[in-house]
């Protein structure tokens, strides 16, 4: 299973990015997606989530500014990230909770290799 992140890049403070990724391989079904972020020097944080059903949640500092969406038929997230600020710089993530055509039974988490927003003026 591959993860594949795109959509990154520099924007000014309140410009809007939007991130996607697709999921690929021996896929049987996928449960949460999400997206996370790194900023230099910081730990990984959660950012949002979305679950199959599309019940999603964020993280307090992006409420209200960013989106998440998916579409279970190929396997496919996105992140509409809107009046972004510098705080926002990050290498952001794509997360997802799979269960694989060879191990159904059973979810795994994969990571993309992740994507750089840069937020400066």
């Known amino acids: 299973v591959q993860l594949v992140e795109s959509g990154g890049g520099l924007v000014q403070p309140g410009g809007s990015l939007r991130l996607s990724c697709s999921a690929s391989g021996s896929i049987f079904s996928i449960n949460d997606m999400g997206w996370y972020r790194q900023a230099p020097g910081k730990q990984r944080e959660l950012a949002a989530t979305?679950?199959?059903?599309?019940?999603?949640h964020y993280i307090d500092s992006v409420k209200g500014r960013f989106t998440i969406s998916r579409t279970n038929a190929n396997h496919t997230v996105h992140l509409q990230m809107n009046d972004l600020k510098p705080e926002d710089t990050a290498v952001y993530y794509c997360n997802a909770e799979v269960r694989t055509t060879w191990a159904p039974y059973y979810s795994v988490d994969y990571w993309g290799g992740g994507t750089l927003v840069t937020v400066s003026s």
């Open positions: 979305i679950t199959s059903d599309g019940d999603t």
